[in-house]
């Protein structure tokens, strides 16, 4: 059997209760605000988002990222992925009101079934998997929304017939029950990574058939479960204020069509969680087994309604979205366009927000994003901030899924490494002195080799520039990674000199070296570093490819 974002929408008003190998949880938004890390990886989005999920989420992230979230907005504490989908806004004389959501908020359902059984094709996701369903310039539809595609649906629920058009519906003048709007992600995988140049390229939507047979030709690698999202939002306040003909409501995006809404995914679910959970999980929408039984995710895993929404991070993008009252204009200045031709990118927006950046959690001093380079876009084409594509995407492996690195051996004082180092520059002048390149280090996981999340993003980051922020708080080591990240720290963990693997180029400054995947170039004042070693698990290689 089976179903559609339409028939889930209903589930749980059915008469007759149904068991079968799909499961729902509910969450709340963990924060709303204009980041992207798959789309505009390291500086703003050209839009607000409801973001769901682990307490991670920052403008530059991937899997060992979610990882280290001390806590999710969603039932299932082992899944610390992200979803971010655009914030609702109602218009009216030239001011737009952000939409408060209504419980559930986020209704999410995982579907791995066919027929009533356990489908054996389908696959956890990889680490470091993204993608995203929808296009955000749409204005019509153009034939990706229906049964075949991203089946998107907007809900006006009330007493009698609901309200339900693939657009936001038109023909009322209040929901009661709420307006909500769902969604399904794509489940076939051609193996490749996300390129953010084209979002939707490395997925396709399936047919009826199990595993990867349902799947289209040339996206036959993997078959991943089904995740449908309904997003739940209360339209009560604004009863009485529009006719039944009316446009009131548009996405952060300036969409008063509805045809643009898109969803993001960034896989943190903890490895092997799913996969088992997939074999012998059978509640559908009746409750039992409990999420939290063994044949689900064991006992401890499901969190109640309290802790889940306790778990909130502050926004570190410094600028008012409307939940202080209503704005002039969208953030991003997006203007409202309701085609029906695609949304095209406006211009540049005045007023840069600031970004606080994010050391171990907490906020450190705010720095103003730069306007150039970050011309905010409401559609599905991304906005170039980094000069390199994929660049926070570290490069899959091709070794055995059990396969792990050398344990680091050279523990100790590693001396200056010179111009044999690679690194460019080898130094760089600072207000503390002139810090030498130390050479290019593996950045381990659980904990980061360097501190746990990027010291300072949302610039365009160099190692010049890196160097002389760690200076600026007296870190004893600054280290760039990926071409976007910047870390600071006063000791080196569970790391080895691995020279030649730091390639990728500063998004700051071309001519400079921001450390590689999974790899940092290191800089300090003598050019030496001292690794310690601690007991841990380390980042390790494994098929990017999963098992079908």
């Known amino acids: 059997m089976r179903i559609t974002v339409a028939c889930l929408a209903t589930l749980a008003a059915s008469v007759s209760a149904q068991r079968d190998y799909y499961f729902t949880f509910g969450s ?21 988002h409801s973001v769901v999920g682990g307490d991670a989420f920052a403008a530059t992230m991937d899997y060992a990222t979610t990882q280290s979230s001390s806590c999710t907005s969603a039932d299932i504490i082992p899944d610390k992925s992200n979803y971010w989908m655009p914030n609702l806004y109602f218009h009216k004389n030239g001011k737009f009101t952000l939409v408060p959501e209504k419980s559930p908020k986020h209704k999410i359902y995982y579907k791995y079934g066919i027929g009533g059984q356990p489908d054996a094709g389908k ?19 153009d034939g990706s929304l229906g049964s075949g595609g991203s089946q998107l649906e907007w809900y006006c629920h009330g007493p009698g017939p609901r309200r339900i058009a693939t657009g ?29 140049a084209q979002p939707l390229a490395h997925m396709s939507y399936p047919g009826t058939q199990a595993g990867t047979a349902g799947c289209p030709e040339g ?14 939002l209360d339209v009560s306040q604004f009863d009485g204020q529009y006719g039944a003909n009316d446009s009131p409501f548009v996405l952060s995006t300036g969409d008063s069509t ?9 896989n943190g679910w903890q490895e092997g969680v799913l996969a088992k959970a997939m074999k012998t999980c059978n509640p559908g929408n009746t409750g039992s087994p409990s999420l939290d039984a063994p044949q689900c995710f064991g006992a401890g895993s499901k969190q109640d309604g309290a802790a889940k929404d306790a778990c909130r991070k502050t926004s570190s993008i410094k600028e008012e979205i409307g939940l202080n009252g209503p704005l002039s204009q969208l953030p991003g200045c997006n203007p409202i366009q309701a085609g029906p031709g695609l949304a095209t990118a406006p211009g540049n927006c005045a007023g840069a927000p600031t970004v606080e950046p994010i050391s171990s959690g907490r906020p450190s001093s705010a720095t103003t994003l730069p306007t150039g380079g970050l011309t905010p876009s409401p559609t599905s084409v991304p906005v170039a901030v980094d000069t390199q594509p994929n660049s926070l995407l570290p490069v899959p492996q091709t070794t055995s899924a059990k396969a792990q690195p050398t344990p680091p051996t050279d523990t100790g004082i590693v001396p200056p490494s010179g111009g044999s180092s690679g690194l460019s520059p080898p130094s760089v002048n600072s207000t503390s002195g002139v810090w030498k390149a130390a050479g290019c280090f593996l950045d381990a996981l659980n904990p980061r080799s360097l501190g746990n999340r990027p010291e300072w993003w949302g610039q365009k980051i160099s190692s010049s520039n890196c160097v002389e922020r760690c200076a600026s708080i007296r870190a004893k080591y600054a280290g760039t990674e990926n071409g976007g990240q910047c870390f600071c720290g006063n ?21 400079e070296i921001c450390g590689g995947a999974a790899h940092l170039s290191i800089y300090s004042l003598d050019g030496q570093v001292s690794i310690k070693k601690r007991r841990t698990h380390h980042r390790h290689s494994r098929h990017f490819l999963a098992s079908v």
């Not at 696959?123 to 539809?141: H, T, Y």
């Open 168 to 196: 936001i519906p038109k023909g009322f003048t209040s929901c009661p029950d709420g307006l909500a709007v769902a969604m399904r992600f794509p489940s076939c995988w051609n193996g490749q990574e996300f390129d953010k």
């Open 219 to 232: 996206f036959q690698q993997a078959r991943f479960p089904e995740i449908f999202i309904e997003y739940w």
């Open 28 to 48: 709340g938004s963990l924060v709303q605000e204009r980041l992207d890390p798959l789309i505009n990886p390291g500086g703003l989005s050209g839009h607000v």
């Open 258 to 266: 509805g045809y643009g809404f898109h969803m993001d995914f960034l």
């Open 123 to 141: 696959s956890e996701f990889p680490k470091n998997f993204r993608m995203m369903a929808g296009k955000a310039n749409l204005r019509s539809d």
């Open 491 to 511: 000791e080196l963990l569970n790391s080895a000199n691995h020279p030649g693997k730091c390639t990728s180029k500063c998004a700051g400054d071309g001519s």
